[in-house]
């Protein structure tokens, strides 16, 4: 069975940065879409950014030039490097994976905290 698990999180102080891992164990295959989300209190969850199997990615709006997704395909790991962080990126960070050759096709991580403030 395939699980998600996430790293990483934490306080930090706005300008501060901080790196999220998630490895995905259980799966025999590198997932086709590996990406992060975000879900911040009494808010909907959304999209942080995904990176495909072969590397492209995307990145919403509001984390351009401050975030940069990665990932190992080796590893089955993705990362996300989050930089110049705002008070307005706290939230729960959530990994995701996607791949339509499975069954089910998407998974979900436990959630990391991500707490900016001074």
């Known amino acids: 069975q395939v699980q998600l698990v996430e790293s990483g999180g934490g306080l930090v102080q706005p300008g501060g940065s901080l790196r999220l891992s998630c490895a995905a164990s259980?799966?025999?295959?590198?997932?086709?879409?590996m990406g992060w989300y975000r879900q911040a209190p009494g808010k909907q969850r959304l999209l942080v950014a995904t990176?495909?199997?072969?590397?492209?990615?995307n990145h919403t709006d509001s984390v351009k030039g401050r975030f940069a997704i990665s990932r190992d395909n080796a590893k089955n790991t993705v990362n996300l490097q989050m930089n110049s962080l705002k008070p307005e990126d706290t939230a729960v960070y959530y990994c995701?994976?996607?791949?339509?050759?499975?069954?089910?096709?998407?998974?979900w991580g436990q959630g990391t905290q991500v707490t900016v403030s001074s």
């Open positions: 259980g799966g025999m295959f590198s997932f086709n879409v």
């Open positions: 995701y994976a996607f791949d339509p050759r499975v069954i089910p096709s998407q998974y």
């Open positions: 990176i495909t199997s072969l590397g492209t990615t």
